[in-house]
Nanobody
Framework: QVQLVESGGGLVQPGGSLRLSCATS????????MGWYRQAPGKQRELVAT???????SYADSVKGRFTISRDNAWNAMYLQMNSLTPEDTAVYYC??????????WGQGTQVTVSS
């Protein structure tokens, strides 16, 4: 079992920045990939960024150049640095973790609202 808890969401003005954190616990040594997803009202959940145990990263086109995913080496935590935020980034942000046994775990989500 892997437990995930997101934090760092909030209200920010357009052009501002936020840093999301995802704290992990449980069988963290079994994690192979972690990611950030988001879900805006009335829309499907979408992938934002992923990071592997080898620190390879990937990003959705909509956030490339603005968001940076990172993690600590022991999978104790994962982060999402979000810069140049726009109202289109408003969503509930979720972290997830995929283990080497292909089990997928989700956090409860953190709200990000970009508004003036």
């Amino acid at each position: 079992q892997v437990q995930l808890v997101e934090s760092g969401g909030g209200l920010v003005q357009p052009g501002g920045s936020l840093r999301l954190s995802c704290a992990t616990s449980g069988s963290i040594l079994s994690i192979s990939v972690m990611g950030w997803y988001r879900q805006a009202p009335g829309k499907q959940r979408e992938l934002v960024a992923t990071i592997t145990s080898g620190n390879s990263t990937s990003y959705a086109d909509s956030v490339k150049g603005r968001f940076t995913i990172s993690r600590d080496n022991a999978w104790n935590a994962m982060y999402l640095q979000m810069n140049s935020l726009t109202p289109e980034d408003t969503a509930v942000y979720y972290c997830n973790a995929l283990t080497i046994r292909r089990m997928l775990y989700w956090g409860q989500g953190t709200q990000v609202t970009v508004s003036s």
